[in-house]
């Protein structure tokens, strides 16, 4: 038996989150039939299109990436539809891992669809079964915007042309990258003066989030780079795939999407006060907030990275990052930065003198 098979089953059982184990004939061959499972004992399960799934053994090899579908006993209907370039071939594939007894397993389905921790930003009463949008995927019908869109997006002329702008966007995002910390050096010697530095800064660091924005969506399979995201939208690179990627657009303008929860907050406080706020908020993130946040993803017992740690790919890899090292990297980066402004003004090194 391939030692990751192995693993996995040993970890299973060690959890208790399985009922049947089904010996094939071979001894060697050791494979748990989920569609044979009743749902007596807790297991994570995926709803899609009003049925449930046990994708356990399949997240590991996720061509998406195991992130991806790390967060567990919700509704990802809307994200098979939407983000697949053949949901219907998608959802065949899975159907070896549809749970027996659906009635049971429906009743697991979580009414509330982020941690604890972040409760306070969903309105009283909030159910995420019933706040999830539902849309008309049927792929039969030719004339819904989302079929005509994807039909003439998978042409090989337009794929050609997608490959050929990406390699054009990832060289500009490099030719900005090199631009900034070339920028910062001069800026911390007191060379440039702020009337300059100040948009020169806000473009480029809203160009960066425009970058990582577009890398946490392109790329198959986790991305270091969607990092670049941090550097405005911060945090975002720990918690993309599922706060942006799967919360964000799959339940948009709805009570699910999580940013409706912090920008409508946002949108409550008196109009001259929005900005400092916004401003202070964002400062205690950076240089507090998504540090607890990330001690928290990476060793809270119910953080997905630790929940699916003994599940492991066709390669004996872990299916989940032990370190997010693009996450650590973008913090030390801004805290840095932001210590040496302090440093060089303090100093009277890193500012010009307007006479």
């Not at 042309?161 to 090199?178: H, N, Q, Y």
């Not at 009337?195 to 577009?214: E, L, N």
Request: net charge neutral; proline share 5%.
């Amino acid at each position: 038996m391939p030692r990751a098979t192995r693993t996995l089953l040993e970890s299973r059982a060690q959890q208790g989150a399985f009922d049947t184990v089904t010996k094939a004939t071979s001894t060697e061959d050791v494979k748990i039939k989920t569609a044979e499972l009743e749902v007596e004992q807790y297991r994570p399960l995926w709803f899609i299109d009003g049925e449930a799934y046990d994708l356990a053994e399949f997240l590991p090899n996720h061509p998406g990436g195991a992130i991806f579908l790390c967060w567990k006993d919700r509704d990802w209907s809307i994200s098979v539809n939407t983000y697949h370039k053949d949901p219907t071939k998608t959802k065949a594939a899975v159907q070896k891992y549809k749970v027996a007894n659906q009635e049971a397993a429906m009743k697991q389905m979580k009414a509330v669809h982020v941690p604890e921790s972040a409760l306070g930003f969903l309105p009283e009463g909030f159910d995420a079964r019933t706040a999830i949008p539902t849309y008309d995927f049927d792929p039969e019908n030719k004339q819904l915007f989302l079929n005509e869109c994807r039909s003439r997006v998978l042409k090989p002329d337009v794929q050609k042309k997608i490959k050929e702008l990406d390699l054009a966007f990832d060289r500009m995002t490099a030719a900005i990258g090199a631009f900034y910390l070339s920028f910062l050096a001069m800026w911390l010697s007191g060379s440039i003066p702020f009337y300059i530095s100040v948009p020169v800064f806000a473009m480029c660091k809203t160009a960066f989030a425009g970058a990582g924005h577009y890398l946490t969506h392109r790329k198959v399979g986790d991305n270091f780079w969607n990092c670049l995201f941090d550097v405005n939208y911060v945090g975002t690179a720990l918690t993309g795939m599922d706060g942006h990627d799967v919360g964000h657009h799959a339940f948009l303008l709805s009570e699910a999407d999580p940013k409706a929860g912090f920008f409508g907050g946002m949108m409550a406080v008196p109009r001259l006060w929005r900005v400092p706020a916004h401003t202070l908020q964002k400062f205690f993130l950076t240089m507090v907030g998504i540090f607890l946040k990330g001690l928290e993803v990476h060793l809270a017992s119910d953080s997905p990275y630790q929940q699916f740690k003994h599940l492991l790919d066709r390669q004996g890899r872990r299916a989940t990052p032990a370190v997010v090292w693009s996450f650590w990297m973008v913090r030390s980066f801004m805290v840095a930065e932001f210590v040496l402004a302090c440093w060089c003004g303090v100093h009277g090194v890193g500012l010009v003198s307007s006479s």
